[in-house]
């Protein structure tokens, strides 16, 4: 994943976390913060999505799924979907690391 990849997925971490969950959190759910952030959301991801190969096309499908649970007024799913989402884009902001190295396993030269 290249740099502006992790960015692209951290911008689009914070809109889910800081604004769609938010606004679908509470007894009475405002369907017009609802509808602005989940459009937040949308346009970075359908933008971004490039950048995140096979992790993007996903998270394209994962938007269609929000879209029509958030058409049948379906808040509490649409909900679980959007944290599904927003752990995604964690990872995929994620610096990537070496890979973990068995214990057991001598060190490499």
Not at 9 to 26: E, Q
Not at 46 to 57: I, N, T
């Amino acid at each position: 994943m290249t740099r502006s990849g992790q960015s692209a997925a951290w911008d689009t971490y914070r809109a889910v976390s800081g604004g769609l969950l938010p606004a679908l959190s509470g007894r009475q759910v405002d369907s017009h913060a609802v509808t602005t952030q989940l459009g937040a959301v949308a346009i970075r991801i359908v933008r971004y999505s490039p950048l995140w190969g096979e992790h993007g096309r996903m998270l394209i499908a994962a938007l269609h799924c929000a879209m029509g649970l958030y058409r049948t007024g379906d808040n509490d799913e649409l909900a679980g979907l959007a944290h599904a989402i927003g752990d995604r884009l964690y990872l995929l902001s994620a610096a990537p690391g070496p890979p973990p190295h068995d214990r057991d396993d001598p060190a490499p030269p």
